[in-house]
């Protein structure tokens, strides 16, 4: 089978990200990475990727994937366009600065004669999409979203208490009838198990009052600081029918999302047409 040939510019959280699905995906070959100094030596199991400071240094990519810091990007899409590569980027850019910079690269995409995938992320990418589909499921109402689940101190101190658990991150939401939901994810004591953990908490009077989901996570401390949540809702108005809410909630690390998006648009830019195109969630 012949793999897509694939280069990374950048190699932060994101471009690190990109590396790793791409070394495990059979369908792509990873040809190597751009960054300032060609002489740092990229960590396993990245040590026999080709590292250069320009792309032109490399086997030429069929796909390049921008992963740059948003200050740098505009920057750096035009120079990657000037040479002739097919780009995928996601710079997190909002509103008027956004627009402008999707702008801008299609008009060098045209230029240069290359295709270009724009807005290949989370956020921008799949997260507003997933809330332009709320929005037309349920088309009166009003949306809210918050970044994650709140944290709650006082049931996060009483979860470390339970049986079974060394470590234990609380956290609770509503759900779209306003129903308050908790979530505990719990890092077991060594030879601990879950079920008799999520029995424990099914008993203890604190949690008993509220829907209690227990998640075992390997490390609490990595959660907290690299998970990344978010509660999307879409709250319908009593003119546009009976229980017509919807309601998204999820803990995920955003980088990794991310980078799979930007891997899912290189392969389809084999298929476009010079210029740029916004990303979409079918071909």
Request: charged share 20%; net charge neutral; with cysteine.
């Amino acid at each position: 089978m012949k793999r897509l040939r694939l280069a990374i510019v950048g190699f932060g959280r994101l471009g690190r990200a990109c590396a790793e699905a791409a070394l495990h995906a059979p369908d792509l070959e990873l040809v190597g990475v751009v960054v300032r100094d060609a002489a740092v030596a990229l960590p396993a199991p990245f040590a026999r990727v080709p590292v250069a400071t320009h792309l032109r240094d490399l086997p030429r990519p069929e796909a390049t994937l921008s992963c740059v810091p948003v200050g740098v990007a505009p920057g750096v899409a035009a120079e990657l366009l000037q040479q002739g590569a097919a780009l995928v980027e996601c710079a997190a850019l909002e509103g008027h600065a956004l627009a402008a910079h999707h702008e801008a690269i299609g008009e060098a995409a045209l230029r240069h004669r290359v295709p270009a995938i724009v807005g290949a992320g989370w956020d921008p990418g799949v997260l507003p999409l997933v809330r332009r589909a709320f929005e037309m499921l349920v088309p009166e109402g009003r949306t809210e979203l918050r970044d994650r689940p709140g944290a709650s101190l006082h049931h996060t101190e009483a979860a470390r208490m339970v049986p079974g658990v060394a470590d234990a991150l609380a956290t609770e939401a509503r759900d779209a009838s306003g129903t308050l939901r908790r979530y505990v994810y719990v890092e077991l004591s060594r030879g601990a198990a879950i079920e008799p953990v999520r029995e424990a908490f099914a008993r203890d009077p604190l949690f008993a009052g509220e829907e209690t989901l227990v998640f075992p996570v390997d490390s609490v401390a990595s959660l907290e600081q690299a998970g990344h949540g978010i509660v999307l809702e879409r709250l319908g108005t009593a003119r546009g029918g009976a229980h017509q809410n919807l309601l998204l909630e999820a803990r995920f690390e955003a980088s990794t999302f991310a980078a799979r998006v930007m891997l899912d648009a290189a392969r389809r830019l084999a298929s476009l047409r010079p210029g740029a195109h916004r990303y979409s969630l079918w071909p």
